[in-house]
């Protein structure tokens, strides 16, 4: 089993950043995906970035050169700087992780950018 805790939510303003952390604990195995995911209201959850145990990353294009993805192995946690949020921004995130025996989810945390 895989616990995920997610922090760093909140309200900002346009424009402003944010940055989310989402740290795993139980037993893990050293390969894993982490990512995160968001969902607006009335909005299918989609993906925002992930990033493997190797340091590859995947970004969706909405999010490209604003959101920055990065990990602490050691610690298991990933983090997702956000830079230059824009009210579509707004959306619970939640964090992922995958590995071969499934996928786990966090509680999700609440973004919101508005002035």
């Known amino acids: 089993q895989v616990h995920l805790v997610e922090s760093g939510g909140g309200l900002v303003q346009p424009g402003g950043s944010l940055r989310l952390s989402c740290a795993a604990s139980?037993?893990?195995?050293?390969?894993?995906?982490m990512g995160w995911y968001r969902q607006a209201p009335g909005k299918q959850r989609e993906l925002v970035a992930t990033i493997a145990s190797v340091g590859t990353t995947n970004y969706a294009d909405s999010v490209k050169g604003r959101f920055t993805i990065s990990r602490d192995n050691a610690k298991n946690t990933v983090y997702l700087q956000m830079n230059s949020l824009k009210s579509e921004d707004t959306a619970v995130y939640y964090c992922w992780f995958g590995w071969f025996r499934g996928d786990y989810w966090g509680q999700g945390t609440q973004v919101t950018v508005s002035s």
């Open positions: 139980g037993i893990i195995s050293s390969i894993n995906t």
